[in-house]
């Protein structure tokens, strides 16, 4: 008698056993698009971007000063046809203080009058440039026009009497405080060497954010 026929099972064996689900990628509800949690940010990239946004900000900083300083001290008296002086002594304190910068503009000489604060040549000794009030006005019948000044926080007045030159005198017409210091500041060696190491500092200090950004924009965010 023959055995019962075993039945043959064809295709792949499958393990039996508990199935495991592997959770899908969160989706969001009727926009198809798949979100990946981002990867955590270092704080050396964070400290990088602190740094690179301070480095704008300071070199923005930077150029406006330098522009205003340019616009106002190369471009403006050829423009609006004014001059700039430094004050280098203390004899027109408080009112103007040593390194403060004196804006004179031009006027007629035969308007100056007592009380007036005018930058002239003194016609004596080195015939250096003085800014000093006017004590006295004395015209000539030529048409000439002299002038006794003094210094506000001298004793004395001037001991001469200056003839102003032309037809024209040039008057104060604004004090800007210290800035006359600092750009003596600026023309001294050391300041200057500061100054130039500064500026390769900063030009390495670019060159390494645009190096830490381009390492940021090839690391992927994350995997899909």
């Keep these: 008698m ?3 026929a075993v039945p043959l099972v064809v295709g792949r064996h499958r393990a039996t056993g508990p199935m495991v ?3 899908a990628p969160h989706r969001s509800a009727g926009s198809g698009v798949t979100h990946v949690a981002p990867a955590p940010q270092r704080p050396v990239r964070r400290t990088a971007r602190v740094l690179r946004g301070l480095g704008r900000v300071v070199t ?3 150029v406006v000063v330098a522009l205003a300083f340019f616009l106002f001290f190369a471009v403006g008296p050829h423009v609006l046809g004014y001059r700039t002086a430094t004050m280098l ?3 027109m304190e408080p009112g103007i203080m040593v390194g403060d910068v004196v804006v004179t503009a031009e006027r007629p000489a035969a308007d100056v009058e007592v009380g007036d604060v005018i930058t002239y040549h003194i016609p004596v000794e080195d015939h250096r440039v003085e800014t000093h009030r006017v004590t006295e006005v004395i ?3 030529d048409g000439s026009v002299a002038v006794r000044t003094k210094g506000d926080n001298n004793p004395n007045v001037d001991p001469w009497v200056a003839t102003l030159e032309g037809d024209s005198v040039w008057e104060v017409q604004a004090v800007i405080p210290q800035v006359g210091s600092v750009i003596r500041a600026l023309r001294t060696p050391v300041v200057n060497d500061v100054i130039l190491y500064g500026a390769l500092g900063a030009v390495l200090l670019l060159g390494l954010g645009r190096i830490w950004s381009s390492d940021d924009e090839d690391e992927p965010a994350g995997e899909a």
């Design 21 to 23: 689900r592997v959770p």
């Design 89 to 91: 002594t203390g004899s």
């Design 60 to 62: 923005s900083l930077l």
């Design 2 to 4: 023959s055995s019962p």
């Design 139 to 141: 015209r000539g019948d």
